[in-house]
């Protein structure tokens, strides 16, 4: 029996985004969160080193220094005016945080702390910065406890383990969504006048990945099945400092901290590549110094890894070299106690996981798919936009990673993502419930949990010729090999070739599990169509652009072409094929440039 | 190496309503995590296995489960840790609704019992941060820690034998509040653990204490609540 529900506002997700946006809008109007995973289990809780913010409680820091920062960072793909919102607001936003009890470290003044990150410098110095606001190194987990226990004190109404299956449109405006309850397995009809997506990310798609299992792109592929454009999918993040196969995080704020990254030889290369800022270059230009590394034979021992060294005595070393002093002008020097204190997490994981103990010993690392740049096109206020002119879609809005604002361009900087949801899960949230405030329920379809039975009857009905760990592990390697780190038109038109065959093969995938209650079986059978589908997307608009920018880093065009390429790119799944179109850039104050660190 | 995994399994609904064990004999390295076992089991024997899982390297709190009479983080325990027979069972003193899978709900319950927010409507006049020391800050670090995966709880015999008590994680999260110097309502969250199910159900076993996946010194937090409770102090 399929059950029915009425909320003014029905938020999908409850990780940082979602939980923002469940505050906001439940501040005026019947709000309700539904989250496949218990809120607290949402990636957010896994963010380690920090939220970008220049509070400049150390040194000199500007909201403007952020934002040149982020638009060089993006390498210019990002919308110019939603950085600059975004980067603006951070400070308050940072502070709210603070007011709403998030236990951030703190400085001797007893201000929040703050540490240097990837690609956030002072402008002048051209200096790495102390930016990233933190706690310890699990900043992303008390944004998400904090975030939840104010869920909790505002009486959010939450509903717990249903999985959105489907987003229900009519005569083009979103006016409900359809959600399996996992411990029931019955589904349920939520009718709305305002549904806000903030499902995270999709880099299961890869093999090596730091992304938990719950990271199958929903978010991506369901909204597409109802026509919607994904923007910039091409611009996927992989973090040069994943642990050796297992691909957890190992956070930015290692380096940040004075961690250096070294080869076979024991040189730290990073000074070939980026002689200004070396560790703390940004993300894509780091991961491909170490796959040129490792290309040329200095991964450790021949090795697809390298060395991430935080060992006090080599942090030192560095720092004198590099005549790195602290914001009080002593030079700077770090014991074994520091790292322990400052990293306690990553030190835990190395030994957990490594048998590696980090003031000992060097961490083996290799590059590990991480962050979606590209998703659900929105404006800086959560709308979603549908088209090349930026049209507005009545009632849909989007935060978080799953949208694509764009404020990350062709590559995000570290601590962005953590502000990126707070911000913008915000605007989502008021907007949706500004949205609900001035607008009546739309018509509900009378089948309109027949799309979403469908797909899962099918999946009960197949015989099972095909295994859908077959088709995860092909879709991995093929992700990782040819749509990865480097990329050439002919792997990715291979990948692409490889992914419209597994979407067929999917057809064909059965489970074990008939049941009802907690049919993980079925659900993670369906997400695994989800991930092709993103993984199809993805292929398709990084077999699209002839160029190299941010994480898109192709070997048959290895340069930037502004002339040709300076847009977004939207694209569209429809029976099967991809269409590809583009939209521009907004540019403000700066005028792209060449990017070095 | 090979290894033997024996997984409890119950799931009425297809007939399996007295709690059984499946065996299988997987080959393993020794640096797989117990997680990865289940996985392979789901994936390419029997998909009915039922638990719950997402970021699989101990953060999120999804998979706590008795692994060879231990609670652990079947994702934060590793082949190596725990020898080449392998029993995995869901956590004790919950209603199993499907092979791994118990309600939570009782334990999400008992976590929102005692206002687990910051109470503090004073925001400095400039809009800024309050302002913390470093000392105040660690006061209360080690209980900001904990991901509410009940760990701690479902090792506890006291919990085990009266599930009125609060139990230990919810303890801890009172804990975090209550010596957190900017909270102004540790007296309320003193009073609730004062009750019959709070604290004072503690018999300091110490299983929590070795449960907990974080490291938390539960039981030593739980000593501090008590002690506030005799003392009424808070240093
Ligand atoms: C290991 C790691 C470290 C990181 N460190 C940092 C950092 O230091 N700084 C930084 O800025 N960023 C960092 N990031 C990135 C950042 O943490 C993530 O991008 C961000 O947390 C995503 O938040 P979100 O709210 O969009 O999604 P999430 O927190 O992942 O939440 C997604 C939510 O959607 C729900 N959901 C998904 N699909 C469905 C569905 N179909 N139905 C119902 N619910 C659904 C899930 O249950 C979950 O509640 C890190 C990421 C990782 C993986
Ligand atoms: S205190 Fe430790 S064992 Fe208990 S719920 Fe928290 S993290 Fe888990
Ligand atoms: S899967 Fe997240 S704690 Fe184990």
Redesign the interface.
């Known amino acids: 029996m399929t059950q029915h529900h009425q909320h003014e506002v029905v938020i999908v997700g409850a990780g940082g985004a979602g939980l923002m946006a469940a505050l906001y809008a439940s501040r005026g109007a019947d709000t309700a969160v539904l989250s496949k995973l218990y809120p607290t289990r949402s990636h957010t809780g896994t963010a380690q080193g920090g939220i970008g913010a220049a509070l400049g409680n150390l040194e000199e820091d500007r909201a403007d220094w952020h934002t040149f920062d982020t638009v060089k960072g993006s390498d210019y793909l990002g919308d110019q005016d939603a950085i600059e919102f975004m980067c603006q607001e951070a400070v308050p936003v940072v502070y709210e945080l603070e007011h709403m009890g998030l236990p951030f470290s703190r400085t001797d003044e007893g201000r929040i702390a703050q540490r240097r990150f990837g690609g956030h410098t002072n402008n002048e110095t051209k200096q790495p910065v102390l930016r990233a606001a933190y706690a310890a190194d699990r900043t992303g987990h008390m944004i998400l406890q904090t975030l939840y226990q104010q869920c909790i004190k505002n009486e959010v109404n939450f509903y717990d383990e249903f999985q959105v299956l489907d987003l229900i449109v009519d005569n083009g405006k979103a006016v409900g969504v359809v959600a399996a309850e996992l411990a029931t397995g019955e589904l349920h009809v939520f009718h709305t006048k305002a549904v806000v997506f903030a499902t995270g990310g999709h880099g299961r798609v890869w093999e090596v990945t730091s992304n938990a299992y719950a990271y199958t792109g929903d978010g991506v592929a369901i909204p597409m099945r109802k026509g919607i454009p994904m923007e910039d999918m091409e611009f996927f993040q992989f973090h040069p400092t994943g642990i050796a196969k297992l691909g957890i995080l190992i956070t930015e704020g290692v380096r940040g901290e004075g961690g250096v990254l070294l080869n076979n030889d024991g040189d730290r290369f990073m000074d070939v590549y980026a002689p200004t800022v070396k560790d703390l270059a940004s993300r894509d230009v780091v991961s491909r110094a170490m796959f040129l590394e490792m290309r040329e034979g200095r991964g450790i021992n021949g090795q697809r890894y390298m060395h991430l060294d935080v060992r006090p005595e080599t942090v030192n070393k560095y720092a004198e070299l590099d005549k790195r002093i602290n914001p009080d002008g002593s030079e700077y020097r770090v014991t074994a106690e520091d790292i322990l204190g400052k990293l306690p997490d990553i030190v835990d994981f190395t030994r957990t996981y490594l048998g590696v103990d980090p003031v000992k010993q060097p961490m083996p690392v290799q590059p590990t798919a991480h962050y979606a740049m590209g998703g659900i096109p929105t404006t800086q206020y959560g709308e979603v936009v549908i088209d090349t002119k930026s049209t507005i879609m009545p009632g849909f809005y989007a935060a978080g990673e799953v949208a694509c604002v764009s404020v990350h361009g062709a590559n995000r900087l570290g601590t962005n993502s953590l502000l990126d949801l707070v911000v913008f899960g915000k605007q989502a949230g008021l907007r949706a419930a500004e949205y609900a405030n001035g607008t009546e329920y739309g018509k509900l379809p009378d089948d309109a949990a027949d799309f979403t039975r469908q797909q899962l009857d099918a999946i009960l009905n197949n015989k099972g010729e095909e295994k859908a760990a077959d088709i995860a592990n092909e879709m991995k390697e093929t992700m990782t090999d040819k749509v990865g780190v480097f990329r050439t038109e002919e792997g990715m038109a291979e990948a692409f070739e490889k992914m419209l065959e597994l979407k067929e093969r999917y057809q064909h995938v059965g489970v074990d599990d008939h049941g009802k209650v907690f049919n993980t079986d079925l659900l993670n059978t369906w997400e695994l169509g989800c991930l092709i589908d993103s993984a199809i997307v993805t292929a398709k608009c990084a077999l699209d652009r002839k160029e190299s920018r941010g994480a898109h880093a192709r070997e048959d065009f290895p340069k930037r072409n502004d002339d040709e390429w300076l847009k977004h790119t939207l694209a569209w799944l429809k029976d099967g094929k991809v269409e590809v179109d583009y939209k521009p850039v907004k540019i403000t104050k700066y005028e792209p440039m060449e990017r070095v660190y | 190496m090979e290894v033997n995994l024996r997984i409890f399994r119950y799931?009425p609904?297809?007939g399996r309503n007295k709690p059984s064990y499946d065996n299988y004999t997987l080959e393993a390295d020794p640096?797989d995590r117990v997680l990865d076992l289940l996985e392979l089991v789901?994936?390419?024997h029997?998909?009915?296995l039922?638990?719950?899982?997402?970021?699989?390297?101990?953060?999120?709190?999804?998979d706590a489960m008795r692994i060879n009479g231990r609670n652990y983080l079947a994702c934060?325990v590793?082949v190596q840790d725990v020898g080449n027979n392998i029993t995995v069972e869901p956590i004790l003193g919950m209603q199993i609704?499907?092979d791994m899978?118990v309600d939570?709900e009782p334990f999400?319950e008992s976590y929102?019992s005692i206002?687990?927010?910051?109470v503090?409507d004073e925001?400095p006049e400039d809009?800024?941060?309050?302002?913390?020391?470093?000392e105040?800050?660690e006061r209360?670090?080690d209980t900001?820690?904990c991901?509410?995966c009940a760990a701690c709880t479902t090792s506890c015999p006291s919990f085990w034998s009266n599930d009125e008590f609060v139990g230990p994680a919810t303890i801890v999260n009172a804990h975090r509040?209550i010596f957190?110097s900017?909270?102004t309502a540790p007296e309320k969250r003193l009073d609730i653990l004062n009750e019959e199910s709070g604290a004072w159900k503690c018999r300091t076993a110490f299983n929590c204490t070795q449960a907990c996946p974080r490291?938390i010194h539960v039981t030593q937090a739980i000593a501090e609540v008590k002690n506030a409770l005799t003392t009424g102090r808070l240093d």
């Open positions: 799931n609904e297809a640096t789901k994936s390419y029997d998909g009915t039922s638990f719950r899982r997402s970021c699989a390297h101990g953060v999120c709190g999804s934060k590793l609704i499907k899978i939570m999400f929102r206002s687990p927010f910051l503090n925001i809009g800024k941060e309050r302002l913390q020391t470093i105040q800050r209360f670090d900001t820690k991901i509410l509040f957190d900017r909270d490291e």
